[in-house]
């Protein structure tokens, strides 16, 4: 009985853990706004490039939140196959520190600067920058990466607040 309860714990944690991971895709011909490939600014960490999947969580939490706010998104690789009547949304990550140093901490934090860039038919539309941080997690990958949802989140909501 005991094994039974063991094997079941861990087939609900391991299926927990890979259902995160999934990226909800629209259809694109009706898609009002195509998320282009998140990226990194120059001169970011070649560590935290090679190393964590900030930019996987972004794209993901951004696809997840956008679609439960009722945003018609989905991602696409191509500026080129975008229509003229879409909205392109670019996310980018800009001054990532894996370990921080904050006067308010024991631990050291992790911090990024979102810059979301709506653009139609080449030219940009709007633009904001947000500046998130975490400290709670027990490496800096998974700080990164839960600054990463958390920004996806952000950009989604504020895409809904702006009523694109």
Same mark, same amino acid.
């Given at each position: 009985?005991?094994?039974?309860?063991?094997?079941?714990?861990?087939?609900?944690?391991?299926?927990?853990?890979?259902?995160?991971?999934?990226?909800?895709?629209?259809?694109?011909?009706?898609?009002?706004?195509?998320?282009?490939?998140?990226?990194?600014? =120059?001169?970011?960490?070649?560590?935290?490039?090679?190393?964590?999947?900030?930019?996987? %969580?972004?794209? @993901?939490?951004?696809?997840?939140?956008?679609?439960?706010?009722?945003?018609?998104?989905?991602?696409?690789? =191509?500026? @080129?196959?975008?229509?003229?009547?879409?909205?392109?949304?670019?996310?980018?990550? %800009?001054?990532?520190?894996?370990?921080?140093?904050?006067?308010?901490?024991?631990?050291?934090?992790? =911090?990024?600067?979102?810059?979301?860039?709506?653009?139609?038919?080449? %030219?940009?539309?709007?633009?904001?920058?947000?500046?998130?941080?975490?400290?709670?997690?027990?490496?800096?990958?998974?700080?990164? %990466?839960?600054?990463?949802?958390?920004?996806?989140?952000?950009?989604?909501?504020?895409?809904?607040?702006?009523?694109?």
């Amino acid at each position: 009985m005991l094994l039974r309860i063991i094997v079941i714990s861990i087939v609900m944690v391991i299926s927990a853990g890979c259902s995160s991971s999934k990226i909800i895709t629209g259809d694109p011909a009706t898609a009002k706004m195509v998320l282009l490939p998140p990226s990194y600014s =120059e001169g970011t960490n070649v560590n935290v490039v090679n190393e964590c999947l900030m930019l996987q %969580e972004v794209k @993901s939490s951004f696809l997840t939140y956008s679609n439960s706010y009722s945003a018609n998104s989905v991602a696409s690789n =191509e500026a @080129s196959k975008i229509r003229t009547d879409q909205f392109s949304i670019m996310l980018q990550f %800009e001054n990532v520190a894996s370990n921080a140093f904050s006067i308010h901490s024991f631990r050291p934090i992790s =911090e990024a600067t979102l810059v979301v860039s709506i653009m139609k038919n080449g %030219e940009l539309v709007d633009k904001v920058s947000k500046n998130i941080n975490s400290k709670m997690a027990f490496t800096a990958c998974g700080r990164l %990466e839960k600054i990463a949802k958390t920004s996806g989140k952000y950009a989604a909501k504020w895409l809904r607040k702006k009523g694109y």
